[in-house]
């Protein structure tokens, strides 16, 4: 079966630090992957997504960026953290588009707070 | 572009009642995919459950089940004999066809759902 991880689960980080999440699916090949954020209270914003190794969509532009170095992995960084970075970053992973769509299989999240 | 509207930002329910959540859509497509996730405390996105566009018939999973007005692009969530598991936000979603295309999966703003015991 098919299993998405990603970490760490909580992280503080002082203004102006790096910052590298990490996913990882199981179980999957080529599988589209995603990056959400989630500010408290509120919906969720598409920020990156990919549907091959290297290839990268930005939804948003801001001081963040992502990486998909192997086929099921994907990373979320940035050279210098706002305070306005802090929320919860999701990441999801569908199917390539054969068969049945059976929606977005998402993380358990991580809770970024910038200090 | 595609929208989806939930127009209740809170509800809440007595335990073992019945709850109904509006989830209402604007799109020109025909065929798409129409999903409702939950967010409980933890913060974990679940599928709840699925409607294909296509089909006339109303999606159901155990308590939970939609009301897909496709013409009126309407899509509401019953949950039946609500439960204090129950508590959590849910999203309403919008898949347009053919999916897994990156950027066409949208989200509603959420419901937050509290069950009273």
């Known amino acids: 079966s098919q299993t998405i991880h990603q970490w760490p689960a909580t992280l503080v980080q002082p203004v102006g630090s790096p910052l590298s999440l990490e996913c990882t699916v199981e179980g999957t090949s080529n599988p589209n992957l995603y990056w959400y954020r989630q500010a408290a209270g509120r919906g969720l914003q598409l920020l990156f997504y990919?549907?091959?190794?290297?290839?990268i969509s930005s939804e948003v532009p801001q001081n963040l960026s992502a990486s998909r170095p192997q086929d099921r992995q994907f990373i979320l960084s940035s050279k210098k953290l706002l305070l306005s970075d802090s929320g919860f970053y999701l990441c999801?992973?569908?199917?390539?588009?054969?068969?049945?769509?059976?929606?977005?299989?998402f993380g358990s999240g991580t809770r970024l707070t910038v200090v | 572009a595609q929208t989806v509207t939930q127009s209740q930002p809170e509800m809440s329910v007595q335990e073992a009642e019945t709850v109904t959540l509006s989830c209402t859509y604007d799109?020109?497509?025909?065929?798409?995919?129409l999903f409702w996730y939950k967010q409980p405390p933890s913060r974990q996105m679940i599928l709840v459950i699925r409607?294909?566009?296509?089909?006339?018939q109303n999606a159901t999973e155990n308590r939970f089940s939609v009301n897909f007005q496709k013409a009126a692009k309407s899509f509401s969530l019953k949950i039946s004999d609500s439960q204090l598991g129950d508590t959590a936000m849910y999203f309403c979603?919008?898949?347009?066809?053919?999916?897994?295309?990156?950027?066409?999966?949208?989200f509603g703003t959420g419901t937050s759902l509290t069950v009273i015991p």
């Open positions: 999801a992973w569908s199917p390539p588009p054969t068969g049945p769509f059976y929606g977005y299989t």
């Open positions: 979603a919008f898949m347009k066809l053919p999916p897994n295309t990156g950027n066409q999966f949208y």
């Open positions: 799109t020109s497509e025909n065929n798409y995919y």
């Open positions: 990919s549907v091959g190794i290297g290839q």
């Open positions: 409607q294909e566009a296509y089909k006339q």
